[in-house]
């Protein structure tokens, strides 16, 4: 610790990325390997591959056309993968290599919707948005058949499962499934009992039964023989996906009897297993509140025993098939993230807070994701407190009614349209929540507070202890929420509900939203930041207001107290950051450099320097004592929201509109270390040189010094040579026994020397001895040649243009020194 503490004391000069969390899938389909270990899912132009057990992207595949991913489809034996783009290309790849091994036009008019292979692997279907259906040799890559007839978009094809029958099943939007015969290429029958699209068509293992499930809320079992529908199972939800259960899976979740069943996905956010037979349902998996929990997609991998489902806010669920208890999520994709904090007392965890009303906390070693329902709203802002146990989110107000099955009643009367009713508990929010992270990594919410009549957009801990925290709204006021005793306590349970806060203290403290609020460290005072520009100080507990801080042109969007200094540091629309002094409330320094909105401000160096971020999706380093702007950071793409620094202070967490949230290291101590390292190395180099030259050891010293990369050096050896009373031989020597790259970078040299009248004259000599002894195909064959020589060529001229006129002029001169006439010297006096 005295360690670190030490580091962290001196100025930082930079920061570089040590990891990032990236949106892997933006909606569509997504695929199991039927052992499980894989998920094959589409993020706009990319098919991504992400290994189950570490949450990782083992392959990005993006076709050459670089369009959109419309539809893909992984072989029954797990080797072959073929995706379709825009541009009407089909791609086959070998996918553990992420390289494509054929391309072929889809021959469709239209995108290809959907694709499906046979159970032999051999034979692929694609269904496009022209109507038709088409049938592929995957492995001789050519079209076997052109099925027409269906109407509108072809969203839905499947292969009999059993491979000697050649059928095959597809689905248009006239809700109809089509029975194609492969052998003759007709339709044997349409099957009409939808009366919405069709989502799912799945098989019995014996191959005589099929279900179908559609968003008309009706799941239907078909004779394959008779091509009847044999039974019609209501099941009161718009279905995405049905998956056939093995008997097997059916005995272990509760069935008492052997039959046919399934399990269905749906907008009811709950997987639910159902009797085909009966038509009843068996098995109800708890429903998750809030929006975004509809289910969208879901598959079964059967060998290893792992079912995938995939919710409207693209998150991945992976259960045990055997229990449907959790096992894994993932979070495909975040939309624009909105605050980002480390979690624990040594960092170990982050939580993030995007454009939904679910948290999502990972474990920075493993990303292993948690997905925290709980809010009906946006969140918009999240606090930690000191210990890293505890930590608060706030919501925005829900505008949308919620509809829950049912109807709605007044009274003992029913108001509403049957199978709907208004669930109050989902339609609120611009609440405050309080959660807790246990020792084993587990969130749960732990208290929650309501009482704000607007959108909650920030909060803000207690820094001390774990007292109190601080909220502010867009209804103009803050409130004071103090932790209830039963809280603080770690043994308290958290099965019997979240603890509800009461507000101690309400203020209304500025015209505008309250954009930010912030707690000294000592926990006395209270700092808000508003759009109505100003900065106000207030003190705590009372909430009595202590003055102004006046001098932004646009409102302000975030506030913070310096941990060491009386100072308060306030980022604003207007694109700088200011410093103002607590005691006279007077502004220190001004510090511009953002080309847009500063959104977030951290001081960090023990107060000597500030990391803000802003709306052109820059991170920037300055340091207070002189204002200077040390690093600029650009990996972002859009608004930096999020900005959070570790308690060590060696690391820091942002997060963006552009759905990206990215983990910084503090390398000034690495980048120092390596430049000490580089400078003993160039010291140890330089003696060398010295001690070679003075040996005339010039082969081994040229070597020594084109390594070096360093012009001058070259130079100097060069110079030497030229010293020596047999310069020409021994420059002729030492040049050709150099090595072919060391001959090119004394090349590029040479075009810096030859710019400069003083040492023109050791470039013309290394080019002299290049351009008489080495064949022009070598010449030739150098790296850079053409530029080499088009810079050389005038500043040669321009040399030989001055030698001819000193030639001429030293002509000249001994001309007229050959031809004077001198008066001839008077005689010497004689000699007394």
Not at 129 to 152: E, F, K, N
Not at 485 to 490: H, I, Q, T, W, Y
Request: glycine share 6%; charged share 20%.
């Amino acid at each position: 610790m005295a360690g670190a503490a030490a580091g962290v004391s001196r100025f930082k000069a930079n920061y570089a990325i040590k990891r990032k969390i990236e949106p892997f899938y933006k909606g569509g389909k997504v695929q199991l390997d039927q052992a499980g270990q894989h998920v094959f899912c589409v993020c706009g132009t990319r098919l991504n591959v992400l290994e189950v057990a570490s949450g990782a992207v083992l392959q990005s595949m993006e076709q050459e056309d670089q369009e959109d991913i419309t539809a893909f489809d992984l072989s029954p034996d797990d080797e072959v993968l073929v995706t379709a783009s825009r541009a009407l290309l089909l791609a086959q790849w070998a996918w553990r290599e992420g390289s494509i091994t054929c391309l072929w036009k889809a021959v469709h008019t239209a995108p290809v919707a959907t694709m499906a292979f046979d159970p032999t692997s051999t034979l692929l279907a694609t269904g496009g948005c022209d109507g038709a259906v088409r049938v592929w040799d995957i492995v001789q890559h050519y079209g076997t058949h052109h099925l027409r007839g269906s109407p509108g978009v072809v969203h839905l094809v499947a292969f009999h499962p059993d491979p000697a029958r050649l059928l095959l099943f597809s689905s248009a939007v006239d809700a109809a499934i089509r029975v194609w015969s492969l052998q003759d290429q007709s339709c044997l029958a349409v099957l009409t009992a939808h009366y919405s699209v069709v989502t799912s068509l799945v098989f019995s293992a014996d191959g005589h039964t099929m279900l179908s499930s559609g968003r008309d809320k009706i799941c239907i079992v078909w004779d394959l023989q008779s091509h009847q529908a044999m039974r019609t199972v209501p099941v009161f939800e718009s279905v995405e996906a049905a998956v056939l259960l093995p008997e097997e899976l059916a005995l272990e979740l509760g069935v008492k009897s052997p039959g046919l069943y399934f399990l269905t996905a749906g907008n009811q956010g709950m997987l639910r297993v159902w009797d085909a037979a009966s038509g009843q349902c068996v098995y109800t998996q708890p429903q998750l509140t809030g929006p975004g929990q509809e289910l969208t997609h879901c598959t079964l991998a059967r060998t290893g025993s792992l079912l995938l489902s995939v919710t409207a806010d693209h998150n991945l669920m992976l259960y045990e098939a055997r229990s449907l208890q959790l096992h894994k999520q993932f979070a495909g994709y975040s939309e624009e993230v909105l605050d980002v904090r480390f979690l624990g007392p040594e960092d170990s965890h982050i939580v993030v807070a995007s454009n939904s009303p679910c948290l999502k906390v990972f474990e920075l070693q493993t990303l292993a994701c948690q997905i925290l329902p709980g809010h009906t709203d946006i969140i918009l802002a999240l606090d930690v407190f000191q210990k890293g146990w505890l930590f608060a989110s706030c919501a925005k107000v829900r505008n949308l009614e919620v509809w829950q099955s049912g109807p709605l009643r007044w009274g003992a009367k029913a108001i509403g349209p049957p199978g709907l009713s208004l669930n109050p508990l989902l339609s609120q929010d611009q609440t405050v929540r309080i959660w807790r992270m246990n020792k084993a990594g587990k969130v749960a919410c732990v208290a929650q507070g309501s009482g704000h009549t607007h959108s909650v957009g920030t909060v803000c801990c207690s820094r001390l202890k774990e007292s109190f925290l601080v909220t502010g709204s867009q209804d103009c006021t803050v409130k004071l929420w103090p932790l209830p005793e039963p809280l603080l306590s770690r043994s308290t349970a958290s099965n019997g509900g979240p603890v509800l806060l009461q507000a101690q203290a309400t203020q209304r403290c500025h015209d505008k939203d309250i954009n930010s609020v912030a707690i000294a460290p000592n926990d006395k005072l209270l700092a808000t930041g508003s759009q109505d520009r100003t900065a106000k100080l207030w003190a705590l507990p009372q909430c009595q207001l202590l003055g102004v801080f006046s001098g932004h042109r646009r409102g302000l969007w975030c506030v913070q107290f310096s941990p060491t200094d009386q100072v308060l540091a306030t980022a604003s629309a207007d694109g700088t950051v200011k410093l103002w002094a607590l005691k006279d409330f007077s502004c220190l320094k001004t510090f511009e450099g953002h080309d847009a909105s500063v959104l977030k401000v951290a001081f960090v160096s023990r107060g000597t320097q500030l990391l803000s971020s802003g709306s052109d999706g820059l991170l920037k380093l300055w340091t207070i004592k002189n204002n200077e702007c040390v690093q600029t950071l650009d990996a972002h793409e859009d608004k930096v929201w999020g900005l959070h620094c570790s308690q060590l202070d060696d690391h820091a967490l942002t997060g963006s509109s552009d759905s990206r949230v990215i983990l910084w290291k503090d390398v000034t101590e690495e980048e120092q270390a390596e430049e000490q390292a580089k400078q003993e190395v160039q010291v140890v180099k330089q003696q060398e040189l010295d001690n070679l030259l003075h040996e005339q050891q010039y082969l081994q010293a040229l070597g020594l010094a084109i390594s070096l990369d360093r012009t001058h050096t070259v130079l100097t050896v060069i110079q030497a040579i030229h010293r020596d009373p047999e310069a020409c031989k021994k420059l002729e020597t030492t040049v050709l026994r150099l090595q072919r790259d060391q001959k090119e970078a004394l090349l590029r040299f040479c075009i810096t020397w030859n710019t400069n009248s003083r040492h023109c004259h050791e470039a013309q000599a290394v080019l002299g001895v290049l351009l008489q002894h080495e064949a022009p195909e070598e010449l030739l064959a150098y790296e850079g040649l053409q530029a080499a020589l088009e810079a050389l060529l005038p500043y040669t001229e321009r040399h030989f243009q001055r030698l001819s006129r000193t030639l001429q002029a030293a002509t000249f001169l001994d001309f007229l020194w050959h031809n004077m006439k001198l008066s001839p010297l008077p005689a010497a006096p004689p000699a007394l």
